[in-house]
Structure formats: structure tokens, C-alpha cells
């Protein structure tokens, strides 16, 4: 039973991690769509549900122009706590980009994850979940909204690379790529 399967990887990832507060994958486990992001954050960590900070609203601004619910994907990251950073003179947390090696130390757990829920479909969100799943510096920007294929273990997985859904904060000339690679998504996801 896959809710078994679940609970059983997050006591493993609970009882790795044991000195830090986890976000754990959310979502239903017959999902077809499985997406993964970079790391929680603040608001993530108090809340523990993936996505429900500022990149989380233009994600669902994202998922609902396509007529994609929450409540039909399964959410993860790749890191299940929030890298911080501290700014010396303020004594103020920020997030950071999670290192190659904060990256290494869940990658195992991700891919368990992966092939337990075992959806049609992987989203990536950015360029961390793409590396952790391909173990290559692939960049998101040179790939995005193009099906691929990925070998876990003994399985291919097709894998569906977007920009993180933060990026149109920063550059907001992404939103038309954005969302061109997401109706190509869901053309993808009907036909399934
Ligand atoms: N950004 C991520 O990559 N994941 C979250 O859960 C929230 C913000």
C-alpha cells in the first residue's frame, strides 16, 4: 500500500533529520501529477503545507489557468527543511539555495518518493528538483516545457521541467513562457 510505503520513508526522513523542522510530501497519492520544489520556507515550515507563501500563490494562480487543482497533485521538495541564512548585522533569517550537499543528502529519499507515488507525470519547479533528479547541472532555462524521461532504479519516469514558480517574481517577463509551458502541460496531462 503506498500511504504505508509513505509513512514508512517519512519515519526514515523524520528520524534522519531529527534536529530540524521537516515539511513532508503533501497530497493524494493516486496524483497523477507529482511536483517538486527546491526547499520550504518560513511560512512553509510554520504552516507545514508546501507552497502557501508567495511563490505558492503564483503557483496556484499558475495551476488554476490550466484548470489544475491542489487537490490533484502531490507536493514535495527536494530539501524537506528550510535552509536559512543569516544576515551578521541584523541577526535576520533569509532563505537560501539549498548546497550540493544539503541536495545529496535527500536525493535518495526524493527518488523513493518518486517511485512510491509513482505519478504520470514529474513536474520539477526551478533547477534544483531538475539536478536532484538528473544528477547533471541540467538548467532550467535551456529546457523548460519539454517532456523528459528519467531511470530511477529500474523505472522511467517522464518528468515535466517549469520554471520555479518564484522566478516570475524576479523576472516577470516569464509569465507568458510560463504559461505557454503550462498548457503544454496540460495537453500533455488530458491525454494520459
Ligand atoms: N518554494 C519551494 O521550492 N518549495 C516550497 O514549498 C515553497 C517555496
Redesign the pocket.
Known sequence: MKSQRIKKLNEEIIESFSQEKL?LGHGRLDSKLMLI?????A??IELRQ????Q??RHLDKFLEAVDIGRKDVY?T?VVKYRPIKENKKTGRLSNRTPTKEEIDNFKGYLYEEVIIVNPKIVVT??N?PLQALFNENLKIGEIHGALMKVQLWDRWYKVFPLY???AVIYRPELREVYLEDLFALKEIVDNI
Do not use: K, Q, S, T
Not at 520544489?37 to 520556507?41: H, I, K, L, Q, S
Open positions: 515539511l520544489g527546491e526547499a520550504p520556507g511560512r512553509e508546501p507552497f502557501v507563501g511563490a505558492g507536493i521538495n519547479l526551478g534544483i520555479h514558480p518564484a
